[in-house]
């Protein structure tokens, strides 16, 4: 069974400073890299998605991936009451089987203190 | 605009009742999915589908039935074989492969009365 592996927290930060989240993944054949946010209640949507090694930055969201470590991360800055959510980490592996062809982590819980 | 319709947003199922959860695109998506949310829990993928009539089981297909007859849509059947039928209920769909991410419904919430 391949594995996306996330601290489920909860991640506590005060609102204007950065939230760090990070991620693991299992197998090395991913290709594709994806963060998504869940409000309470709500279904996930799509925040970022990084397919290189290196930095994508957009607006106040940076994704960072090393692919020779596995890892993927997602740095808010500036954070707002508004970013508390779950935060799931996805890793595209095409012919995942059981799995599908997206795997989850069970999410990072963020809650941003005003 | 394109995207992905879930319905009904809430469902009441009793003892020993079948129920059937909605699922439509319109995003020309080939592979659509169905996965499961405990409270607090993460996803759990049931069944998917890359290709019309034909579909996978998941992790947790036990209970559960779906058909896939046109590409547009993706229907989930909740059997009375589901003992704990209790949950969040999303339909996702993507490309073939994925390689691009999956986009969510806005879910259904399936309460046993």
């Known amino acids: 069974q391949k594995e996306v592996e996330q601290n489920s927290g909860p991640l506590s930060v005060p609102e204007g400073a950065i939230a760090s989240l990070n991620c693991t993944y299992s197998?090395?054949?991913?290709?594709?890299f994806f963060w998504y946010r869940q409000y309470s209640g709500k279904s996930p949507e799509l925040i970022m998605f990084?397919?290189?090694?290196g930095d994508k930055e957009d607006g106040r969201f940076t994704a960072q991936l090393n692919k020779a470590s596995q890892y993927v991360s997602l740095l808010i800055r500036d954070s707002q009451p508004s970013d508390s959510a779950t935060y799931l980490c996805?890793?595209?592996?095409?012919?995942?089987?059981?799995?599908?062809?997206?795997?989850f982590g069970k999410g990072t819980k963020l809650s941003v203190k005003p | 605009d394109g995207g992905i319709t879930q319905s009904p947003k809430y469902l009441f199922r009793k003892e020993g009742q079948n129920v059937t959860l909605s699922c439509e695109q319109n995003?020309?998506?080939?592979?659509m999915y169905w996965y499961r949310q405990d409270p607090g829990q993460g996803l759990r993928l049931i069944y998917y589908?890359?290709?019309?009539?034909?579909?996978q089981k998941g992790d947790i297909a036990e209970g559960y039935s779906v058909s896939r007859e046109k590409k547009e849509s993706f229907p989930l059947t909740v059997t009375s074989a589901q003992k704990n039928p209790t949950a969040f209920y999303l339909c996702?769909?993507?490309?073939?492969?994925?390689?691009?991410?999956?986009?969510f419904g806005s879910g259904t919430r399936l309460t046993v009365v």
């Open positions: 996702a769909s993507s490309t073939l492969t994925g390689v691009n991410g999956y986009t």
């Open positions: 197998d090395r054949g991913s290709q594709s």
């Open positions: 990084i397919y290189s090694n």
């Open positions: 996805a890793v595209n592996l095409p012919g995942g089987g059981s799995q599908g062809n997206l795997i």
């Open positions: 995003l020309n998506h080939d592979a």
């Open positions: 589908s890359q290709i019309v009539n034909d579909f």
